[in-house]
């Protein structure tokens, strides 16, 4: 089966965006308002990349995008090549592996897909890769550039003269693409990896403290399925997400939402200790005792913004047993019930949670219905919810079955599937229940923290504002906060996730994906996407969204704890060594084109 995306990319025409990218770096070279471009006066010169690339031991990378394979005129065009790449394009690990290539076409800004038929140029990427396995190869990097007066260093260190932008990237995963940008340096952690046990528990650095519990420290390219692996182990888990490749970097500064998170707090609050490389080029550690403010803000403040981070060091919990309820219930999506049923359902998710249910439920509206191959069209709720530390069906029944039956006798014409199965460990349960979803396309995601007054206090206004944001036929209702987020003890007292993630119980997402090389689909995904938060945001106007999953910002992501934060950054970061959109105090540059120029 030809992919929607192969077949869409032949109708569209390619070139307009390139072009118009080329004049403008034709127009800005030079400058010094932008980062340098490979051709403007202060790129550096071929000897100082390869100083650069002596420095670490000949670990520069200077990569060509995957999808030249399938470009002829191209030197890695392959005709063998180009339909394993085609094939592996919309699955993890050829991205995560690759130095440049990220999981969402667009931030690559579809410069070189695997299509013989599209442009192809390296115009979207990095230009030179640092492939680091060491602290001292990030640090490296981040001494390079952008450029930093000597005032600002120490005096030990030479002034950077380099005026080059500067990313990270690990696996490539971000929906805000944060990991990509053209023209630039781009610090690549995903071979980072090395898991150490604590079995005797933790003391973090020069602290005087002592930290009870198994804990690991865990180099920063680290996966998540290697973190389960390493810890099932030892009949641990760790709090982490659902994706197989997910990175330990993009996570844990995200604030990382877990199935394990209403019981034990997010994966930012298991955090003991960090270890970076500041925008100044130091190395260092983070825990309570010392760079407590890095330490706060790199627990939720935002990946590539801070420093970047080489290990972290995280309590581990005893792998609990796993039932899991799979279920779906489903009618005629002209049913004028069919949002009274699903916001009943929703409406109990905070009454739920707090009996220990968690899970990943999924609205749909209005969708092809697959078991009459689309003639007809259904809304409903599908997903899996688990209940912990047991294997008794009854344990997650009793909660799950009153509401199905509720709604079955409520409302007339619904069709309900439940399938219980049980895992002996969570390592085990996540194997066979991890997120399968396919990458390599591009789309837009919104998202919104949603606590129990937005889902009880009036059910209008919750239905209202779940139909609307689910009208693109999709949204997620995650059951991944509650309890054990609120009452969450992370080590130094807090973290710098939005404040609100402790009052939720359902972390919401809505995607509109879009055709490649097609401003005008991007444009009106983006604008759908607008219309779908706006009806959550109506909802619980007082709650955030999660940054590693939306695309709206500042108050969004980080509400009150927003000004500390920039405090934060402009303290440890004057002159905007880390620059990302949209991330801390980002505001004093923008994106012109291929061009990082300041305001
Ligand atoms: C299929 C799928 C499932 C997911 N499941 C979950 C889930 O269950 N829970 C959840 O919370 N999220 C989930 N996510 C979202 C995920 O947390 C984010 O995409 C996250 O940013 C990925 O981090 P990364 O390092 O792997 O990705 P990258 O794209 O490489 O990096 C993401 C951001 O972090 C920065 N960064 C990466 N490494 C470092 C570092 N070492 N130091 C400083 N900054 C760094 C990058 O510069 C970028 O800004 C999922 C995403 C997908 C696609
Ligand atoms: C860096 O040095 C290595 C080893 O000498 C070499 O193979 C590699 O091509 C160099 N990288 C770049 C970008 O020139
Ligand atoms: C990056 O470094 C790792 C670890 O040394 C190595 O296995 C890998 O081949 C390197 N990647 C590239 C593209 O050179
Ligand atoms: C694993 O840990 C659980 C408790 O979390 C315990 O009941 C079980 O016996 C342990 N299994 C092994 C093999 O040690
Ligand atoms: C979906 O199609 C199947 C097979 O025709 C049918 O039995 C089912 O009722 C349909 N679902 C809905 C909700 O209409
Ligand atoms: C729904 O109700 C019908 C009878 O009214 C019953 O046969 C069926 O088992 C019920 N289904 C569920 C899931 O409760
Ligand atoms: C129920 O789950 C079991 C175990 O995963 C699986 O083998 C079976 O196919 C599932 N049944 C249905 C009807 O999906
Ligand atoms: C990629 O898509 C996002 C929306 O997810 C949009 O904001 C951004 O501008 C797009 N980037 C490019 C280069 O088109
Ligand atoms: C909700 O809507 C129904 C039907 O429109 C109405 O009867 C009811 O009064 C409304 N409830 C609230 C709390 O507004």
Known sequence: MTPTWFRTLLLLSACQAIESAHLGRVRQAGTTTCKAVPGSEDWPAPGTWKALNESIGGRLLQP??????????????SPGQCPVVQAAWFTEPLHSDDPVSAYWNNWSRDTCLP????PCSSDGYPVYVVNATTAEHVKAGVDFGPLMPPSRLDVSKQARKNNIRLIVKNSGHDYLGRSSAPNSLSIWVHHM????THPDGFSPTNCNVAIDGLAITAAAGTQMLEAYRATALLNRTVVGGNGRTVALGGFMTGGGHSILAP???MAADQVLEMELVTPGGDIVIANECQNTDLFWAMRGGGGSTFGVLTSVTIKTIPSPQVTTLDFAFSTAAENPHAFDAITYFVSKFP???????SGYPIIFNTVPNTSDGGRTLVTGVVGKVIKLHTRKASEILQHLDPLLAHINATWPGFAFFTNITTHASFGLWYEDNFDPSPVGFSSVMSSRLLDRDALTADLNATKRGLERFSAGGQATVYIVSGKGVRDARPQGGGTAVHPSWRRAYVHATATVNFASLDAAARDAAIAQTKGFAAGLRDLAPDMGAYVNEASNWQQTFWGDNYARLLQIKRRVDPEDVFWCTPCVGSERWREVDDLLCRI
């Open 64 to 77: 060509t995008p995957l999808g030249a394979v399938c470009h002829p005129g191209h030197a890695s065009y």
């Open 115 to 118: 299509d013989p038929r599209a």
């Open 193 to 196: 990896k090395s898991i150490k």
């Open 263 to 265: 019981h034990y707090g």
């Open 351 to 357: 009454d739920l949670a707090d009996a220990g249910v």
